[in-house]
Nanobody
């Protein structure tokens, strides 16, 4: 059974950092493209970042580029999202998801497996 479990969310002040982790079971993260998405209250789920299974290439949305870094740890079978210089508009539930594609894309319909989400709140 393929499963994804996110961790690392919490409450942080503006300008702070958090590191989210997505632990996979039932498959290896290098066989799927892994994406991070977020959903804020009253807003649609949006793509944040992803890493491709084929070559490890990465993608970032405009809103997080330069602040967030996605990485894959094959030994631990996890994909991490380092989030720096957080702002209140980053507040959302963050989800990781797996897509059976060689190159990652940020369309939710491409992703077959989803974690349960982890809350990130940026507030002073």
């Amino acid at each position: 059974q393929l499963q994804l479990v996110e961790s690392g969310g919490g409450v942080v002040q503006p300008g702070g950092s958090l590191r989210l982790s997505c632990a996979a079971s039932g498959f290896t993260v290098d066989m799927y493209s892994i994406g991070w998405f977020r959903e804020a209250p009253g807003k649609e789920r949006e793509g944040v970042s992803c890493i491709s299974s084929s070559d490890g290439s990465t993608f970032y949305s405009t809103s997080v580029k330069g602040r967030f870094t996605i990485s894959r740890d094959d030994a631990k079978n996890t994909v991490n999202l380092q989030m720096n210089n957080l702002a209140p508009e980053d507040t959302a539930v963050y989800y990781c998801a797996a897509a059976p594609t060689r190159l990652c894309v940020m369309y939710t319909y491409e992703y077959d497996y989803w974690g349960q989400g982890t809350q990130v709140t940026v507030s002073s």
